[in-house]
């Protein structure tokens, strides 16, 4: 897929031309869509891709707020810098970054990201916008616990790319059963295969199925 150019709003793509073509297209969906209402789904902003894959790991298998304390503990060794860098993690002593209360795995995790941004594996902001999202997730995911999930929900929540799937996600697979009435879990072929309709917005249909989930 050739990576699209991002919309003033922060969209790579027209999310009214997007609900339209899903609703023509999935009529089903569609059903679904007109209870939930409009879409807004609108990507957040980072400093960077190392600021947000940072994020990410220190709240990988954590609460909210949990990780947002652990976070805080470690942006407070910078104090009073407003971000950190991948050469202030790289010079800090791992059993301080654990002292923040980061496990041994994710200051590792953390570690190998600083070094990767640095050696150019994981690209700047303005390169990542100029990728593919498999160029981007066969680049990123070589950094030690990024997987292809968090490099998906990237690619929705901070880049604003249209058509993505995360089959593997719990709330698409409980949004696409509860949607489709299937009574067990769907495995991955199924999704994709009723997803070749939704294409090329893929990631508005997913967002829909996790709102599903709450009516």
Known sequence: MTAIPLAPRGLGYDPMLAC???READPVLGAVMGRVGDCSLRPERTQSLFAALARSIVYQQLSGY?????????????????SITPHDILGTPPERLRAAGLSTAKTAALRDLAARTLDGTVPSLAAARRMSDDDLVERLVQVRGVGRWTVEMLLMFRLGR???LPVTDLGIR????LTFGV?????AVTITRRAQRWRPYR???CWYLWRALEL
């Open 20 to 22: 339209r073509h899903l």
């Open 66 to 82: 949990a990780a947002a304390t652990i976070l805080g503990r470690v942006h407070a060794i910078y104090a009073p810098k407003r």
């Open 162 to 164: 249209p058509d993505v």
């Open 174 to 177: 409980k949004g696409f059963a």
């Open 183 to 187: 009574r067990r879990l769907p495995a």
């Open 203 to 205: 990631s508005v249909a």
